[in-house]
């Protein structure tokens, strides 16, 4: 089925351990993003790429790296987790332009003890 | 920079009744507006998309307004179901950033 892909689901980490979050998506949007949400927050963004090649901060870039290996693909890194970045990842995707909407994964819930 | 308030936190009604969601934003120079539905432990499901231009948008039960100039939108839902239970967000595309804010969400339950 068409839409996005986020791997894994689950996931626990030790403080100080390193991970990536890998996120791809089949529709040929240009444009994809990172999110994470945290209870009665709402949905913040990390970090977001408009195309192929290019990437910038959101609003909790902090702790955070991310990659845009090509067009499908957009990979969200912790250096050195903390508990603080216990949370539930979504990344998403949009094709260019106003009228088109967001289509999200299925998020990614990771813990850091 | 944005910001997206949706009110109420939390509602209950009970099966039948038509309900009323509501969302303000603080910057009205707005792409579109986007409201999804989040199951608990799921992703995030578009509803409605509303383009700047657009006041509403329809999709069987549910209706969606949008008044850029006051910076609200609501979110109308017509004969409330059980499955309708769920958190509704409410989210705006910025013309500058080309990303979306959210809101908090309204927790939603129907009871039957």
């Known amino acids: 089925n068409a839409g996005v892909t986020q791997t894994p689901k689950f996931q626990v980490l030790k403080t100080g351990q390193s991970m990536t979050l890998q996120c791809a998506q089949d529709?040929?949007?240009?444009?994809m993003y990172w999110y994470r949400q945290d209870p009665g927050m709402g949905l913040r963004l990390i970090y977001y790429?408009?195309?192929?090649?290019?990437?910038d901060k959101g609003e909790v870039p902090n702790g955070y790296n991310v990659s845009r290996l090509n067009k499908r693909e957009f990979s969200l890194r912790l250096e050195s987790a903390a508990p603080s970045q216990t949370s539930v990842y979504f990344c998403?995707?949009?094709?260019?332009?106003?009228?088109?909407?967001?289509?999200f994964g299925s998020g990614t819930r990771l813990t850091v003890v | 920079k944005q910001e997206v308030t949706q009110i109420p936190a939390a509602l209950s009604v009970p099966e039948g009744e038509n309900l009323v969601l509501n969302c303000s934003f603080t910057d009205s120079a707005i792409y579109n507006l986007q409201w999804f539905r989040q199951d608990p432990g799921k992703g995030l499901t578009s509803l409605l998309l509303i383009q700047s231009s657009q006041r509403e948008q329809t999709s069987g039960r549910l209706n969606a307004s949008l008044d850029k100039s006051s910076g609200r939108s609501t979110l109308y839902i017509a004969a409330s179901q059980p499955g309708d239970s769920a958190t509704y967000l409410c989210?705006?595309?910025?013309?500058?950033?080309?990303?979306?804010?959210f809101g908090s969400g309204t927790r939603l339950q129907v009871q039957p």
């Open positions: 529709m040929n949007h240009n444009s």
């Open positions: 998403a995707s949009s094709a260019r332009g106003q009228g088109h909407g967001y289509t």
């Open positions: 790429s408009a195309s192929e090649g290019t990437t």
């Open positions: 989210a705006v595309m910025d013309t500058g950033r080309r990303a979306l804010t």
